[in-house]
């Protein structure tokens, strides 16, 4: 059992707009910073969003990170196929002084 | 460019210890924690902790004190996690990740994995 909690898959036609959800509580995501991860199974987890909506160096704009009270939330637009992965929000946990992660949302781009 | 590289796989029996080893390079290695992540099979990410390779400090997840050692050698840049007494549940990927800026700031260089199978 995940300590935040994810859909376990969302789905959507390329093109279109999904958004993937975090929630979590005020020891992790509500005092914390969220960062989101890219997996393609077999690969290391890929760097989406850190502090809640930033971006590192090379990711598009199509990915988009927000936070509000306890819950997070990832946007990505314009979806390809190549944006078929898992997703992975996490957080620093300060009552478990540990770093959580979501259980994993599997995208399906139809 | 900022690169980890791992040991390779490793298969072990139950009871038994494993021992995997990342190599930094691209930064200094003193100047950034060292994490490390696993995943079992079909399964999410499990945060095991992290390693201080400027002092040594280290804080391990709850559920894996007593059975986990990370350490690193600064002579060589080289961190290493060992998990004793293997059990079955214990077969996963294992990473080692390096966070962006600080632990709050999220993990933006990952190792490319250590399959470790623990089977008798």
């Known amino acids: 059992q995940s300590v935040l909690t994810q859909p376990p898959s969302v789905s959507a036609a390329p093109g279109q707009k999904v958004t993937i959800s975090c929630s979590g509580s005020s020891s992790n995501i509500g005092n914390n910073y969220v960062s989101w991860y890219q997996q393609i199974p077999g690969t290391a987890p890929k760097f989406l969003i850190y502090?809640?909506?930033q971006r590192p160096s090379g990711i598009p704009d199509r990915f988009s990170g927000s936070k509000s009270g306890t819950s997070a939330t990832l946007g990505i637009t314009g979806l390809q196929s190549g944006d078929e992965a898992d997703y992975y929000c996490?957080?620093?946990?300060?009552?478990?002084?540990?770093?959580?992660f979501g259980g994993g949302t599997k995208l399906t781009v139809l | 460019q900022v690169q980890l590289v791992q040991s390779g796989a490793a298969v072990k029996k139950p009871g038994a210890s494993v021992k995997v080893s990342c190599k930094p390079s691209?930064?200094?290695?003193?100047?950034?924690?060292i994490n490390w992540v696993r995943q079992a099979p079909g399964q999410g990410l499990e945060w095991m902790g992290w390693i201080n390779p400027y002092n040594g400090n280290t804080n391990y997840a709850q559920k894996l004190q007593g059975r986990v050692t990370m350490a690193t050698d600064t002579t060589t840049n080289t961190a290493y996690m060992e998990l004793r007494s293997l059990r079955s549940d214990d077969t996963a990927v294992y990473y080692c990740?390096?966070?962006?800026?600080?632990?709050?700031?999220?993990?933006?260089?990952w190792g490319q994995g250590t399959l470790v199978t623990v089977s008798s």
């Open positions: 996490g957080t620093w946990d300060s009552s478990l002084s540990a770093v959580v």
């Open positions: 691209g930064y200094s290695f003193t100047t950034y924690h």
């Open positions: 990740a390096r966070y962006h800026y600080d632990i709050l700031s999220g993990f933006s260089y």
């Open positions: 502090e809640n909506n």
